[in-house]
């Protein structure tokens, strides 16, 4: 197990085509191969007419690494199978830990929609963060008696799941960040080797970030932010997180909403 999030960035940082090719959608893969294009990426050929719009949320979203924290049970703790790990607020800790995470109010929304643009409803997905420290319960020193910042929620009609919490610090060689799993039914992400649909991770704008981290609480993330940025992080570099980025608006007063749709092979 990492000591910490940094360790973790050090130690794969670069181990290679084939590490990178585990973590790479086919998205990627056919563009870094100059791919048979579009079509090919997205199962088939677009139909004549097609729209704009539907080409566009045919694009599946980037696989990403889940890191060494996920809780999952692929590395440590599960906390997927705990009792009260399904909830929308995800702020305290739930189970038999008890303690409530610090920080600016973040409401994050993630609608998922399937390769034909179609909602998931009934999907879960499974959310987790660092606290405003840089922290993972469960894992890092100070918090592993703590669960927050984990929950799982089931999508509505639309297609979307909504959570509150505290926006994440931004800890040393990492952007700010969510990750989370989507799951095709709350019985998957709720049973300890239910199949995971799809990993990835939601990237928070740095305007915003900024604004955060000016706050009481976030100092050590003012510098972290200061040393990393899109083109260099390990997991948004390819890109820029042009499919992970989500929409955010709000203040440090009232707090901030964040917003993203992505599309998954389902």
């Known amino acids: 197990m990492y000591e910490n999030n940094a360790a973790y960035v050090r130690d794969v940082h670069d181990k290679g085509l084939l590490f990178d090719l585990k973590t790479m959608s ?22 004549v007419g097609e729209s704009a ?11 990403e690494t889940a890191g060494p924290y996920p809780a999952d ?11 009260g790990a399904v909830r929308g607020d995800i702020r305290s800790s739930f189970g038999t830990a008890s303690g409530t995470a610090a920080g600016i109010p973040l409401t994050f929304s993630l609608t998922v929609l399937n ?10 997905v499974y959310a987790w963060h660092c606290d405003r420290e840089g922290r993972y319960s469960l894992y890092s020193s100070g918090v592993t008696n703590q669960n927050y910042l984990r929950g799982i929620q089931v999508a509505n009609a639309a297609g979307t799941v909504t959570f509150t919490s505290v926006f994440p610090g931004c800890y040393a060689g990492r952007w700010p960040h969510i990750h989370f799993e989507v799951f095709s039914s709350l019985a998957n992400a709720t049973t300890s080797n ?38 260099t992080d390990m997991v948004f570099r390819d890109d820029l997180a042009a499919r992970e980025t989500a929409t955010v608006t709000g203040n440090t007063t009232s707090g901030y909403t964040a917003n993203l749709t992505i599309t998954v092979r389902a």
Request: proline share 4%.
């Open 26 to 47: 086919r998205r990627r893969m056919l563009t870094a191969f100059g791919g048979a294009g579009l079509a090919a990426a997205v199962g088939g050929a677009l139909t």
């Open 53 to 63: 719009a539907t080409a566009a949320c045919a694009a599946e979203v980037e696989s």
């Open 73 to 83: 049970g692929s590395n440590g703790p599960n906390v997927r199978t705990v009792s």
């Open 115 to 124: 390769l034909s643009c179609v909602p998931l409803a009934g999907a879960a």
């Open 194 to 231: 239910g199949p995971i649909v799809k990993t990835s991770q939601i990237a928070l704008p740095k305007e915003v970030s900024q604004a955060v981290y000016a706050t009481s609480g976030y100092s050590q993330s003012v510098t972290n932010l200061s040393r990393i940025s899109l083109a």
